[in-house]
């Protein structure tokens, strides 16, 4: 069965560097069936997508974030990872980690996520 | 930018009721939508995806259609399980979420 994991840090002051690690179990991240995304929600708010990464390292990112966004995948580990700079009291939320399925090539929809985990902006 | 946009944004319903969602795109998106469930405090599963394909394990209670710019969830004869958030995506172009309904009991 196909287990994500999100870890890092709980807190980040503000104008630092977000940085979160899903490690990937139960199945290869090196298949070229999935892609693999971030996904987070504001507390009591919505879902929004931050960015993806196929295993070769080709990334998508949303348009809003793409400018302090950096993903990246290390298959020999089996994990995929966020970065998120200059971050602020907005950017407080759960962060989940997720598996896209690919078809013909392209990455659609999410079909299992992480648990997530929650990361505070505070000083 | 596709946005999406569901109607209503709470539904109060009943135990055995037939419950409807409606998620609109802001331009056609074909059939590359997806339905997911979330409960507090839990991640969101996937319940649907191409608008009408039932994930497997998923109660055939659920059904999903739609296409170009216009889609529903239905949920015949709602169990007390299926009380949630529900949201769509589409993945047309990039990844958009509603902002979610919510089912609550009546």
């Known amino acids: 069965q196909l287990q994500l994991q999100e870890s890092g840090p709980g807190l980040v002051k503000p104008s630092e560097t977000l940085s979160l690690t899903c490690t990937v179990s139960?199945?290869?991240?090196?298949?070229?069936?999935?892609?693999w995304g971030w996904i987070r929600q504001p507390p009591g708010k919505g879902l929004e997508w931050i960015g993806s990464i196929y295993y070769s390292g080709s990334t998508y990112y949303n348009p809003s974030l793409k400018s302090r966004v950096t993903i990246s995948v290390d298959t020999s580990k089996n994990q995929f990872s966020l970065k998120l700079s200059s971050v602020t009291a907005a950017d407080t939320a759960v962060y989940y980690c997720?598996?896209?399925?690919?078809?013909?090539?392209?990455?659609?929809?999410?079909?299992?996520w992480g648990q997530g985990t929650l990361v505070t902006v505070s000083s | 930018d596709i946005q999406m946009t569901q109607s209503p944004s709470t539904l109060s319903a009943s135990v055995g009721d037939r419950v409807t969602i409606t998620c609109r795109a802001s331009q056609s998106i074909s059939t590359w939508l997806a339905w997911y469930q979330q409960k507090p405090g839990k991640a969101p599963k996937l319940l649907i995806y191409k608008a009408s394909s039932l994930k497997s394990g998923v109660p055939s209670r659920f059904s999903g259609s739609g296409s170009g710019t216009e889609f529903t969830l239905t949920i015949n004869s709602l169990q007390p399980d299926d009380f949630a958030t529900y949201y769509c995506?589409?993945?047309?172009?990039?990844?958009?979420f509603g902002q979610g309904t919510k089912v609550e009991i009546k």
């Open positions: 997720a598996r896209h399925l690919s078809v013909v090539g392209a990455p659609t929809h999410f079909d299992y």
């Open positions: 995506q589409q993945y047309n172009t990039l990844w958009t």
């Open positions: 139960g199945g290869s991240m090196s298949s070229s069936s999935y892609y």
